[in-house]
């Protein structure tokens, strides 16, 4: 999952909902002409007991289909609630999902080409170790579960003039935003000049695997080089003298994790032309930037425009009052929510517990809580 | 309600606070946070499905009962109509609003089910019964002077508080409170001495109360235009009267749960020399002497929001209310213990204390 997580949904929502769906004005005025029948709920609450999908406040989307891929990935088919506005290929969406009664939100890169006949999107996500939601899309997930679909985002995206040769680097599920950009030049008949390398441990591992190969064997035009880490180890970037000898003068993207955009984006720096170079970050696992632990961090109160510091164990709360910036705040001591704030970015750690949270949504009581790293956060 | 200086029987009832050392206090601490951080780590999709059920089943209540009330001309129709949203009325406010805003829900991080948007059908703004409530009122449980919900302002609920000769009036008006208590509640929440006082910025005070007259507007419009028009000329005047007859109902059970969370006399007040500096172990030690439960059934705890359990919820209350019947008994096993009280009796009983103690401190002194 690219670890891009967008900032805020704007409008001055604290907390992380889905896109605003693209729904008939008529609707919307329909709507609006009986709330008063409705405060202090709105009329969407009442809507939503017939379908939750109707709803006018935030996009949803219904899991229709789960088809295995490898032994831990899968696609997931959802079909939105609302006509899907659109996106290009290797574009990522934010997707809200309940698992074990938690909200979490999680960004995976859309397999599906854009205007599927069904009206259907996808995603195809990778059980993480340890991890929470991938795991829980690819073995647990059923038909029918309703989640929150977040616009599409990212610029991970094919230039609009197809430039006449492209290289994809790929390595583990990064293979997924760069699926859906070679779907999208099959559609067009544009699937020439293309290059794919990409690293899996097994043949067997490969997502997509059966269809790259299927692809490169009818297109002449889409070269495929698969790299078995288990047995022949890292792809190096000198490899790309003999793989690709024309590396440096095609559009190239890199998707992967970060090891391996680090070497190869340095390759690129040294001997290559950067600004041909597109990269997207897959990170396995929670998605969270990794952080010292207990050492505090910098604080930033983005509605105050302040900043602070904190050393771990002084509290948010503390150290953004002590910077100067006025913040809610209540009993001090955790009961009352009366001094939470939404967390942007950033880790924080619960100074009774010890816990540590992420930013998914995460609303945080600036009296407990201190910074892991830096942090931003909406008060 | 007894204070800890004035305890009726000082010999028998040594002061549970002053008894136990601040190790021991330490100690218990440590064993309420267990409790908190062991429910807290076991919360998951059961209490979720818990909580969505029942938002689901009140919207679905109201939606019956407004189809019911548009025959409310028609005497069953009325009285059928009229007591299933009253019965709304009480869940929406009990165990759904107090608890939502509480925070109780929003480890879900659901955008929807959360204490930073939720709104209540009740007088009062969010924001600030929220203030009031959350902190003023659990922060400051029971203490003289600080904890603004210790008779509300305009009753004298303890022997402490001085009397005045307006009290000889409070068992009628407290009738008055009560039907319409959640207007009180909204006027309390304002907190107008301390507007007057000056303690509130003017453009802060502004804002409050404007956002209380538009709260008012639309609670107004719904219950005494919107939904009376919609039964037509002959049944207006029924559904309206449908529609008050619920928010008093609904106004006189919440003024009897919440009035006997702390009034009974079972309950102690402080002064705020005694809880300069407390410890945790001293906030927990103040919250369990100062609330009192309510027995009753698995329905009637629902339909008091849990509050029955305000014990629990006064340690805890941003843990979700469904988990306070599963905890109660190793409260209660604490309590005895460390040799403190768990307040406790059935709903008559304790209101019954209570009507007492009004009618009782509406004449000078008392105990």
């Not at chain 1, 998605?287 to 948010?316: H, M, N």
């Not at chain 2, 809880?275 to 002497?289: C, K, N, P, T, W």
Request: charged residues 20%.
């Amino acid at each position: 999952m690219p670890d891009t997580v967008p900032r805020d949904d704007g409008a001055g929502s604290r907390h992380e909902a889905g896109a605003q769906p693209r729904v008939p004005p008529w609707r919307r005025r329909l709507l609006r002409s009986v709330s008063a029948f409705c405060t202090p709920l709105v009329p969407d609450d009442y809507v939503e007991l017939v379908n939750p999908l109707w709803s006018t406040r935030e996009l949803r989307g219904r899991i229709e289909r789960i088809v295995p891929e490898t032994a831990d990935a899968a696609t997931v088919l959802i079909r939105p609630g609302w006509d899907w506005p659109g996106h290009q290929p290797g574009q990522f969406l934010r997707i809200g999902i309940v698992v074990d009664g938690i909200h979490h939100w999680r960004a995976y890169s859309l397999t599906s080409e854009p205007g599927r006949a069904d009206g259907c999107i996808a995603i195809t996500p990778k059980a993480a170790e340890g991890g929470t939601v991938s795991p829980y899309l690819v073995r647990s997930a059923r038909r029918g579960v309703i989640v929150r679909l977040g616009a599409a985002q990212g610029d991970f995206v094919l230039p609009h003039r197809l430039p006449d040769r492209l290289l994809f680097v790929s390595a583990g599920s990064g293979i997924t935003p760069i699926i859906s950009m070679l779907r999208f030049l099959r559609e067009r008949d544009a699937l020439t000049g293309v290059v794919l390398l990409h690293s899996d441990r097994t043949p067997q591992d490969v997502i997509f695997g059966p269809e790259l190969r299927e692809l490169s064997a009818r297109h002449p035009g889409f070269e495929l080089h698969e790299q078995y880490t288990a047995g022949r180890g890292r792809l190096s970037p000198q490899s790309l003298e003999h793989l690709c000898p024309d590396w440096r003068e095609r559009e190239a993207f890199l998707s992967g994790p970060s090891a391996m955009l680090a070497t190869m984006s340095g390759h690129w720096a040294k001997a290559g032309n950067r600004n041909r170079l597109h990269w997207e970050r897959f990170q396995p696992g929670t998605g969270l930037p990794e952080a010292p632990l207990g050492e505090g961090g910098t604080i930033y109160f983005r509605d105050s425009r302040v900043a602070a510091r904190s050393d771990g164990t002084t509290p948010i709360l503390v150290a953004g009052e002590q910077a100067g910036a006025r913040l809610p705040y209540g009993c001090r001591m955790g009961i009352c929510h009366t001094c939470v704030g939404r967390l942007c970015s950033g880790r924080v750690r619960n100074l009774r517990t010890g816990a540590i949270t992420g930013p998914h949504g995460e609303l945080v009581r600036t009296c407990i809580h201190a910074p892991e790293g830096d942090v931003e956060i909406a008060l | 309600m007894r204070t800890l200086q004035a305890s009726p029987m000082p010999s028998t009832t040594p002061l549970p606070l002053a008894r136990l050392s601040p190790d021991e206090l330490d100690e218990l601490a440590r064993e309420l946070d267990a409790i908190h951080e062991e429910i807290v780590a076991d919360l998951g999709e059961r209490d979720r499905r818990y909580i969505t059920t029942l938002v689901k089943r009140h919207r679905q209540l109201v939606v019956l009962a407004r189809l019911v009330l548009l025959a409310s001309n028609r005497r069953p129709a009325w009285v059928a109509g009229t007591s299933l949203l009253s019965v709304a009325k009480i869940l929406e406010n009990m165990e759904i609003g107090h608890n939502v805003m509480h925070g109780q829900w929003d480890w879900m991080k659901d955008p929807q089910i959360n204490s930073f948007v939720w709104d209540w059908d009740s007088a009062s703004t969010p924001g600030a019964w929220k203030y009031a409530h959350n902190y003023v009122h659990h922060t400051y449980t029971n203490i003289l002077g600080k904890d603004r919900d210790l008779g509300y302002a305009v009753m004298r609920v303890d022997a402490q508080q001085p009397w005045h000769a307006v009290y000889l009036l409070q068992p009628f008006y407290s009738v008055v409170l009560a039907a319409f208590f959640e207007w009180a509640v909204a006027v309390h929440d304002l907190d107008v001495g301390a507007i007057r006082r000056g303690e509130k910025p003017k453009t802060a005070a502004w804002q409050e109360v404007k956002g209380m007259a538009g709260k008012a507007r639309r609670q107004i419009v719904k219950d005494y235009l919107a939904f009376p028009a919609l039964s037509g000329r002959r049944g207006f005047k029924n559904t309206l009267k449908a529609n008050a007859t619920a928010n008093v109902v609904r106004n006189l059970w919440a003024y009897m749960i919440i009035f006997c969370g702390h009034f009974p006399d079972q309950t102690y007040t402080f002064t705020q020399e005694e809880v300069a500096d407390e410890s945790r172990g001293a906030f927990y030690v103040r919250q369990l002497l100062g609330s009192a439960n309510i027995d009753g059934s698995g329905l009637f705890h629902v339909m008091s929001g849990n509050l029955g359990y305000q014990v629990e919820h006064h340690l805890f209350p941003d843990m979700p209310s469904t988990r306070y019947a599963e905890i109660a008994p190793r409260v209660k096993e604490l309590c005895a213990r460390y040799g403190l009280p768990y307040n406790t009796g059935p709903l008559l009983k304790q209101f019954g204390a209570v009507q007492r103690t009004i009618v009782r401190l509406a004449f000078p002194g008392g105990t």
